[in-house]
């Protein structure tokens, strides 16, 4: 055992104790870098949330790595799109830690308003962020879903917000964002009644934006990782920065919002590139400026 920003914290190879002041109010906490895994191939980081025997259940070992993981995504200027997904065959993420939500006692809400921070800088990452949801994604895990910008779900998945069952209610966002996607009435059936959903349900209330065979999972969301990764990074940093800042604004506001980005995007070297590549049939050489 080891002292770092006064608490203790488990010595093991792969593990290191960090104390980040100021990244969403995690101090001297636990970080194992097995528990969440980031692999980068050109553009596009794969993030593997590697709980396997807990169903992958956020504790706080695994927000700060995620925590960590976003904040060093958003200084990598290569990277462009990020996919999401969980170990094994049987969940993406099954929540919130049960355990550790327990054994916060009075400190419940503190870990809570930390996981939302955590999940925020994921929803505002300059980055697209995939989820690719291969099997239960329930509680906390749905809502990490929905902080992406899009959810991909395997056949077999079932998403839900079980929280009332144990007494607690969602707090990664998820009694406010649900019904901003899928509407009020949807929202509260699921949130209130506790049950799962199967995927193809949440692909007829929108909740999931593309089905596919457990197998081909990780293969389409790639697929759709690369299509984008080929399109202007530029172009689409600055469309997601405008549907951000935009959503919840009025629409007159929002479309100001739309043409001072436009404006960026105008003036950019890869809109010049763009144009002159397709005028001349060639394929454009992107620079991300
Ligand atoms: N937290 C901690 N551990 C969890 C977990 C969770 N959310 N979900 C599953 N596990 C653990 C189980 O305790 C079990 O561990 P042991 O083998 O050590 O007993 C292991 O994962 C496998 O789980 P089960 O044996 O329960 O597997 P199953 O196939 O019988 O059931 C399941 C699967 C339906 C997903 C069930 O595990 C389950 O209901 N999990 C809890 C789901 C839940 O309530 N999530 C919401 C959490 S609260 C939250 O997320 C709040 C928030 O908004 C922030």
Do not use: C, N, P
């Given at each position: 055992m080891s002292m770092v920003g006064g608490k203790f914290c488990l010595d093991s190879i792969r593990s290191y104790e960090l104390c980040i002041v100021g990244n969403n109010g995690y101090e001297g906490d636990f970080v194992n870098e097995e528990e969440v895994v980031l692999t980068k191939e050109g553009a596009i980081a794969r993030i593997l949330i590697n709980r396997e025997k807990a169903l992958n259940a956020l504790n706080q070992g695994v927000m700060m790595r995620l925590d960590q993981i976003f904040s060093e995504l958003e200084a990598d200027v290569g990277v462009l799109v990020a996919i999401i997904t969980g170990a094994?065959?049987?969940?993406?993420v099954a929540g919130a830690d049960i355990a550790e939500i327990g054994e916060a006692g009075d400190n419940r809400t503190e870990l809570i308003r930390k996981g939302q921070a955590v999940f925020s800088r994921i929803r505002n990452s300059s980055k697209v962020v995939i989820a690719a949801i291969n099997g239960y994604a329930l509680g906390g895990g749905c809502e990490l879903a929905l902080a992406c910008d899009f959810r991909i779900a395997s056949e077999s998945t079932k998403l839900g917000f079980p929280e009332t069952k144990l007494g607690l209610m969602p707090g990664y966002g998820g009694t406010q964002i649900l019904p901003r996607l899928v509407g009020m009435a949807k929202a509260k059936w699921m949130i209130y009644s506790g049950e799962m959903i199967t995927a193809s349900e949440a692909y007829r209330i929108g909740l999931v934006e593309m089905i596919c065979n457990n197998e081909s999972l990780q293969e389409e969301a790639s697929r759709l990782a690369m299509k984008i990764a080929s399109n202007g990074p530029f172009a689409v940093k600055t469309c997601k920065r405008a549907i951000q800042k935009g959503l919840d604004l009025p629409l007159e506001k929002a479309l100001q919002v739309e043409l001072e980005e436009y404006d960026r995007v105008a003036r950019s070297s890869d809109a010049e590139e763009g144009m002159a590549a397709f005028l001349s049939k060639r394929k454009p050489n992107f620079k991300g400026k």
């Open positions: 094994g065959q049987k969940a993406f």
